[in-house]
């Protein structure tokens, strides 16, 4: 009877520590940077973070971010960052004005994802779609890794893995991280939202798809829903550099790739279900000499009828 006592005793006692424990779980902590990994500052991130706690569970989005390349970085925020649950942190860093006047900033998303890094229009997307519930300045009197104060030139290792991870592991609760902000206040980056005109929808070229060579838009499905766009429709699709001509073509719409011989092009929905236009088993970025960011644009209408 007493050992029986004991063991329920025992157990409880282990159950109640499972459930704090669950209550207490660390947040997914998820780095990106420009850095790449062909030396030691991304581990360097990765010690800091483990530093805070042992326990996070830390994963790279990319450190193969183009140098400086604030847009892609925001792009792939956005392209990224509702797949990963409620509470996740963002440690973000393209920072081409580490140590200058530019603030760092941990935002909050209605959704309730945080996004930790510079304030250089790194966070631009994420703001536009899924909304800032707040946005705090990083206070890095109390915020900021130990002797770290001389260093001016890698916050990301000093600020933002360090402040990311006390905010994952629980450590800090979102209000200490330092003073608010107005939310309206985020750095954004000026681009070309995507617009109908008439039969013709104009967006940008924000990022290839840079395995296969896929040139992917901004144009979301519901715009070319409006075209009343239906399966095998010829499109016409133009992209332009700072308002030059670079590459014309016309293609029909697929669902896939199979949807067309290999070699030929076509136009389809990627997994964002935005625009996006490919040649099956081929890389239309290559043979059309085009690239991505704000400058390139890009225009989709319905083919003209055949004479």
């Given at each position: 009877m007493i050992i029986k006592r004991i063991s329920s005793i025992v157990a409880g006692a282990c159950l109640s520590a499972l459930l704090l424990s669950s209550a207490q779980a660390a947040a997914p902590l998820v780095l990106m940077t420009d850095f790449g990994t062909a030396d030691g500052a991304v581990s360097a991130m990765h010690g800091v973070a483990y530093g805070v706690d042992p326990k996070l569970t830390i994963s790279d989005l990319t450190h193969q971010i183009p140098d400086y390349d604030i847009w892609l970085g925001a792009y792939r925020l956005y392209q990224t960052a509702n797949y990963w649950p409620q509470g996740t942190v963002f440690v973000s860093v393209?920072?081409?004005?580490?140590?200058?006047?530019?603030k760092s900033v941990v935002l909050k998303t209605k959704g309730g994802r945080y996004f930790v890094g510079p304030d250089n229009g790194l966070f631009t997307l994420i703001a536009e779609r899924?909304?800032?519930?707040?946005?705090?300045?990083?206070?890095?009197?109390?915020n900021r890794l130990a002797g770290s104060a001389e260093s001016y030139t890698f916050h990301g290792r000093d600020v933002y893995a360090y402040v990311g991870a006390r905010l994952a592991s629980g450590a800090i609760t979102y209000e200490q991280v330092g003073p608010p902000l107005p939310s309206e206040s985020v750095v954004k980056i000026a681009y070309q939202k995507p617009v109908r005109d008439g039969n013709t929808i104009r967006g940008i070229v924000p990022v290839l798809d840079v395995k296969y060579g896929n040139v992917w838009t901004n144009i979301p499905k519901s715009l070319l829903d409006e075209l009343q766009v239906k399966l095998h429709d010829p499109l016409q699709v133009r992209i332009l550099h700072k308002g030059k001509q670079v590459a014309k073509v016309t293609a029909p719409f697929e669902h896939t790739f199979g949807g067309v011989a290999k070699g030929k092009p076509l136009v389809y929905l990627n997994s964002l279900l935005d625009v996006a236009v490919a040649i099956s088993q081929g890389d239309f970025a290559a043979k059309h000499h085009v690239e991505s960011g704000v400058d390139w644009e890009v225009e989709v209408s319905k083919a003209p009828a055949a004479k």
């Amino acid at each position: 009877m007493i050992i029986k006592r004991i063991s329920s005793i025992v157990a409880g006692a282990c159950l109640s520590a499972l459930l704090l424990s669950s209550a207490q779980a660390a947040a997914p902590l998820v780095l990106m940077t420009d850095f790449g990994t062909a030396d030691g500052a991304v581990s360097a991130m990765h010690g800091v973070a483990y530093g805070v706690d042992p326990k996070l569970t830390i994963s790279d989005l990319t450190h193969q971010i183009p140098d400086y390349d604030i847009w892609l970085g925001a792009y792939r925020l956005y392209q990224t960052a509702n797949y990963w649950p409620q509470g996740t942190v963002f440690v973000s860093v393209i920072d081409p004005g580490v140590g200058t006047a530019r603030k760092s900033v941990v935002l909050k998303t209605k959704g309730g994802r945080y996004f930790v890094g510079p304030d250089n229009g790194l966070f631009t997307l994420i703001a536009e779609r899924d909304g800032v519930a707040e946005l705090r300045e990083i206070d890095e009197k109390v915020n900021r890794l130990a002797g770290s104060a001389e260093s001016y030139t890698f916050h990301g290792r000093d600020v933002y893995a360090y402040v990311g991870a006390r905010l994952a592991s629980g450590a800090i609760t979102y209000e200490q991280v330092g003073p608010p902000l107005p939310s309206e206040s985020v750095v954004k980056i000026a681009y070309q939202k995507p617009v109908r005109d008439g039969n013709t929808i104009r967006g940008i070229v924000p990022v290839l798809d840079v395995k296969y060579g896929n040139v992917w838009t901004n144009i979301p499905k519901s715009l070319l829903d409006e075209l009343q766009v239906k399966l095998h429709d010829p499109l016409q699709v133009r992209i332009l550099h700072k308002g030059k001509q670079v590459a014309k073509v016309t293609a029909p719409f697929e669902h896939t790739f199979g949807g067309v011989a290999k070699g030929k092009p076509l136009v389809y929905l990627n997994s964002l279900l935005d625009v996006a236009v490919a040649i099956s088993q081929g890389d239309f970025a290559a043979k059309h000499h085009v690239e991505s960011g704000v400058d390139w644009e890009v225009e989709v209408s319905k083919a003209p009828a055949a004479k």
